[in-house]
């Protein structure tokens, strides 16, 4: 069977895209995704994306990293699919209802509210999110925060010079999180700017990771290190974060796409 695909990107973290809205799919299972994802023997990706139809949005959004595991959210593949789409469109995602709207910066999306509580997030017992009472090795006393999927930070003094390829699959894997969690570490560089990197769970180190710098930024906010709109400079680019007093945080900046093309489906079974 021959499918076609796009190939997309927001701030170098990129996506394969499949779009089943008119012509279903087969089920691709996790060994397919992860060989297509294979960036020597695939096409190579950090997350794998396969749009459907939906009763109350405009598509549905499922997302799967590139370890084959479905997730519930990612903030720069919903820019990517509001570029794709080209204009205010609602995507129905695992981990809620988003929205997005083109604009002269890119694309803004609405990420809807974050959400606090330890089983939100969730943690494998209760404990204050705001200043968790853990550590690795240098690591500690992070923010945990679930902005569609789970995240951790780090607020650190120099977020470059934190060994995060070796920390990170360690706090993943870690049994306080039952689900695996994206692990973030921040410098704040003044009022309205923070400095990102993310280990993402079921991918690695990663470029740009819009959702990372959503819950970064609330996260910051939450500390009262930064003011209520904020510019995330992650290693791809940087992304604006704001947080409006109805609680919704609103993501705004750019999508890519790289190219197109079709693959032999069998290959990669």
Known sequence: MRVHFTKMHGLGNDFIV????DK???VLSGE?????????LGIGCDQFIILEPHTEATVRMRIFNADGGEVEACGNAARAIGLLLGETATIATAGGLITTTPQLGG???DMGEPRFEWDAIPLAYPMDTAAMPVGWDLLEKPLAVNVGNPHVIFFVEDCNAVPLDALGPQIETDPLFPERINVNVASVVDRKALRLRVWERGVG???ACGTGACA???AAMRRGLVEREVIVHLPGGPLTIAWGEDNRITMTGPAT???RGSFELDEYA
């Open 107 to 109: 694309i803004a999306v």
């Open 216 to 218: 970064t930024a609330v």
């Open 32 to 40: 397919t995704i992860r060989a297509l994802s294979d960036r020597t």
């Open 257 to 259: 796409e790289s190219f």
């Open 18 to 21: 499949l779009d089943a809205r």
């Open 24 to 26: 279903a799919l087969p």
């Open 205 to 207: 180190l990663t470029r």
